[in-house]
Nanobody, 124 residues
Framework: QVQLVESRGGSVQAGGSLKLSCAAS????????MAWFRQLPGKEREGVAY????????LYAPFVKGRFAISLDSVDNAVYLEMNSLKPEDTAMYYC?????????????????WGKGTQVIVSS
């Protein structure tokens, strides 16, 4: 199995930046891609970005494109999400996920492995 542990999130003011990390352990050779999802209060979990082994391809949800950047450290088995120009509507619980075959931002149901999530709060 694969274990995923997100770094502590945080609170920032609108326009600020925050970088999340997710450390993978266990049978890390099992997954082919990693992704970040988020869940806003009272909403469904939604895909934010994904990245495949080797660093590409990547894909971003339209609401974060140009502001967020996902990256991978294959040596340390970690995935990062750098978030810039944060908005209050980015306030959510952010989850790291990994899949053995493919990543799909349109649904959270297909991902094989999940972290427990980390809270990000953006104040206006």
């Amino acid at each position: 199995q694969v274990q995923l542990v997100e770094s502590r999130g945080g609170s920032v003011q609108a326009g600020g930046s925050l970088k999340l990390s997710c450390a993978a352990s266990g049978r890390t050779y099992l997954y082919k891609c990693m992704a970040w999802f988020r869940q806003l209060p009272g909403k469904e979990r939604e895909g934010v970005a994904y990245i495949y082994d080797g660093g590409r391809p990547t894909l971003y949800a339209p609401f974060v494109k140009g502001r967020f950047a996902i990256s991978l450290d294959s040596v340390d088995n970690a995935v990062y999400l750098e978030m810039n120009s944060l908005k209050p509507e980015d306030t959510a619980m952010y989850y790291c996920a990994a899949d053995r075959s493919r990543c799909d931002l349109s649904t959270s149901y297909g991902m094989d492995y999940w972290g427990k999530g980390t809270q990000v709060i953006v104040s206006s």
